[in-house]
């Protein structure tokens, strides 16, 4: 009898289950690549506010709700995680590190976690995976936990930077109810995706002529890595 008590747990800590935002939940179904999404390649942008960024990208901020519902993540803890990881949802934020996505995901972490980060839907529930496994350990505003547990960056300051960053977000998040609403808004609409450089809002912090792929920044901090990251050989990214 104990041991079906432990299976039932067991299974029950694994499955995803359906959340309260069907639009997102739809939309995760689907297997959009980020090239596709992103024919100028990645880079650097500047997110806007997190009003302006929930605008912007209706459709990454539905899947980012209903992933974060799915896996038992507090929805403004997975927003505020995302907006400052992703430059503000942005499908086509990406570092030279590797990163790219919505939880800016390395091809190792994806695969680690059982997901393709190349895949737009798939990073957001690979991010949101490693996301509810560190709240697991750390609990929702445990922000130098978290940042050691996702971020877990090697760089001096990195990690305390995620950390404010992430801990700022979260707390506007939290404290403005318009702002939660608004994302939750996204679960109901079937707005379009708006996660490329010339619709998103931000701009591009390096870049070539409009019609050549983005060049990746080779200034600035990149964007934070996960804990299970390390720099690899541009083959293995």
Not at 66 to 90: I, M, T
Not at 117 to 125: A, G, H, S, T, W
Request: include cysteine; glycine fraction near 10%.
């Amino acid at each position: 009898m104990r041991r079906s008590v432990v299976l039932v747990l067991t299974l029950g800590s694994t499955i995803a289950f359906a959340s309260d935002c069907p639009n997102g939940d739809n939309l995760l179904k689907n297997n959009t690549s980020l090239s596709q999404l992103c024919q100028k390649g990645f880079g650097q942008f500047n997110p806007g506010s997190l009003q302006q960024a929930i605008g912007n990208q209706p459709t990454n901020v539905a899947m980012i709700t209903a992933a974060a519902e799915q896996r038992g993540v507090p929805v403004d803890l997975a927003l505020a995680v995302s907006y400052h990881e992703s430059e503000g949802f942005n499908s086509c934020a990406g570092s030279d590190t590797g990163v790219k996505g919505p939880m800016q995901l390395t091809q190792r972490t994806g695969n680690s976690l059982g997901y393709n980060r190349d895949i737009n839907e798939q990073n957001i529930m690979g991010g949101m995976k490693l996301l509810k496994q560190c709240d697991n350990k750390c609990g929702d505003t445990a922000f130098a936990c978290l940042s050691a547990c996702y971020n877990g960056s090697p760089r001096p300051g990195e990690q305390a930077g995620w950390a404010r960053g992430v801990q700022n977000a979260y707390g506007k998040l939290h404290n403005d109810p318009s702002l939660l609403a608004s994302a939750m808004s996204k679960c109901s609409s079937s707005g379009s995706n708006s996660s490329c450089p010339d619709t998103a809002g931000g701009v591009v912090a390096s870049s070539t002529s409009s019609s050549s792929v983005t060049t990746l920044p080779s200034v600035g901090a990149p964007p934070a890595l996960a804990s299970s990251d390390i720099v690899v050989a541009p083959t293995q990214i």
